[in-house]
C-alpha cells in the first residue's frame, strides 16, 4: 500500500508563482523525500528531510516537516514553465513508499 | 558518475507469456528497490535489496513475480505469466543504504495485450 498522500493531486499556476504541495503520511519514518518526475521519465531526487530536522531549502525548494501532524509541506518559489512536472513525496523508514503524487502545471 | 541502467525500455507481450527485466545499480550502492508504476498513479515497491538479501518484499505479488540479485550487484525482476493488469513502468532504483536518497533508472515500459 502507499504511505504518503499528496494533496493536491493537481495544480495549476502561472509562470512566477509560487506552489505548496502537502503529504501526509501514517506511521514513523527516518526521513522523508521529495522527488520529480517529467512525463514518461524516471523519477529525480530532489530533497531529503530528516525526521530531527523541520525545514529545509534547496535553491527554490522550501520543505518542511512536522512530524506530530505526520505531514510535510514541498514550496517551489517563482516557479518557471520547466518545473511542469508529477511531483511526489517518499517515506522512509525500513523501506522508501510513494503517495500518489501532484501534478503541476505552470503556465508559462 | 553512471547512472542506474535498465533494459529494455520497452516491452509488448500477450498475456500469459513470461518477460524478465534487467537492472544495474550505481556501482557501490548496496540498496535496490524495484518500483511498478501504473499510469497515473505513485510508484508502489515490489521488493527491495540489501546487497543480496531481501528487505522487503511484501507488495510482490509472490504467485507471478520473483526477483533476484545474486552477488549482490544488478538484478532481475520476472514476470510468469503476464496479466493484463501488469501493463505499468517498471522502475529500478538504487542507494548507498536504505535511509538516503534513490537513483532511479529510467524504467522499463511494459504493455500487456
Known amino acids: 500500500s502507499q504511505q504518503g498522500e499528496e494533496d493536491p493531486q493537481a495544480l495549476s499556476i502561472q509562470e512566477g508563482e509560487n506552489a505548496t504541495m502537502n503529504c501526509s503520511y501514517k506511521?514513523?519514518?527516518?526521513?522523508l523525500q521529495w522527488y520529480r518526475q517529467n512525463s514518461g521519465r524516471g523519477l529525480v531526487h530532489l530533497i531529503l528531510?530528516?525526521?530531527?530536522?523541520r525545514e529545509k531549502h534547496s535553491g527554490r525548494l522550501r520543505v518542511t516537516l512536522d512530524t506530530s501532524k505526520k505531514s510535510s509541506s514541498l514550496l517551489i518559489t517563482a516557479s518557471r514553465a520547466a518545473d511542469t512536472a508529477s511531483y511526489f513525496c517518499?517515506?522512509?523508514?525500513?523501506?522508501?513508499?510513494f503517495g500518489a503524487g501532484t501534478r503541476l502545471t505552470v503556465k508559462p | 558518475e553512471a547512472g542506474v541502467a535498465q533494459s529494455p525500455r520497452y516491452k509488448i507481450i500477450e498475456k500469459r507469456q513470461s518477460v524478465a527485466f534487467w537492472c544495474n545499480p550505481i556501482?557501490?550502492?548496496?540498496?535496490l528497490y524495484w518500483y511498478q508504476q501504473i499510469l497515473g498513479q505513485g510508484p508502489k515497491l515490489l521488493i527491495q535489496?540489501?546487497?543480496?538479501?531481501?528487505?522487503?518484499d511484501s507488495q510482490l505479488p509472490k504467485d507471478r513475480f520473483s526477483a533476484e540479485r545474486l552477488k549482490g550487484v544488478d538484478s532481475t525482476l520476472k514476470i510468469q505469466p503476464a496479466k493484463l493488469e501488469d501493463s505499468a513502468v517498471y522502475l529500478c532504483?538504487?542507494?548507498?543504504?536504505?535511509?538516503?536518497?534513490?537513483?532511479f533508472g529510467p524504467g522499463t515500459r511494459l504493455l500487456v495485450l
Open positions: 532504483a538504487s542507494s548507498f543504504h536504505g535511509a538516503v536518497m534513490g537513483y
Open positions: 506511521t514513523s519514518i527516518n526521513n
Open positions: 528531510i530528516r525526521s530531527n530536522e
Open positions: 517518499a517515506t522512509v523508514l525500513n523501506d522508501m513508499r
Open positions: 556501482s557501490g550502492h548496496a540498496t
Open positions: 535489496f540489501q546487497n543480496n538479501g531481501v528487505v522487503d
